[in-house]
């Protein structure tokens, strides 16, 4: 299983991204899925998760309202909308596939993680 992040990049405060996280595999639509972020000296931390049908999602509490965790199980792709950005959301992101079909908030309940996509957010 291959993961792969895009989508990262520079914007200013109140700007808008959008990441997308590619997986390779014919079993994408049989696991929870996940974004985690992770700064310079911090620990990575958990930011939203998906059920494998979509319906139920997750997300951390300083980002609710502003992102939105989606996916599209006939592309194999996950995505995360990030709108009203601000310096703290400077991280690299990381998605995630869960080890099975409940999603989590911790790291070691997944075991697949892609190579990360730096955004950074300029105020």
């Known amino acids: 299983v291959h993961l792969v992040e895009s989508g990262g990049g520079l914007v200013q405060a109140g700007d808008s991204l959008r990441l997308s996280c590619a997986a390779s595999?014919?079993?994408?639509?049989?696991?929870?899925m996940a974004w985690f972020r992770q700064s310079p000296g911090k620990e990575r931390e958990f930011v939203a998760s998906?059920?494998?049908?979509?319906?139920?999602?997750r997300y951390r509490d300083s980002v609710k309202g502003r992102f939105t965790i989606s996916r599209d199980n006939a592309k194999n792709t996950v995505y995360l909308q990030m709108d009203s950005m601000s310096s703290e959301d400077t991280a690299v992101y990381y998605c995630?596939?869960?080890?099975?079909?409940?999603?989590?908030?911790?790291?070691?309940?997944?075991?697949?993680w892609g190579q990360g996509t730096q955004v950074t957010v300029s105020s």
């Open positions: 595999g014919p079993t994408f639509s049989n696991y929870a």
């Open positions: 995630a596939r869960a080890r099975g079909q409940l999603s989590s908030e911790f790291t070691f309940e997944y075991d697949y």
């Open positions: 998906i059920s494998r049908n979509g319906v139920v999602t």
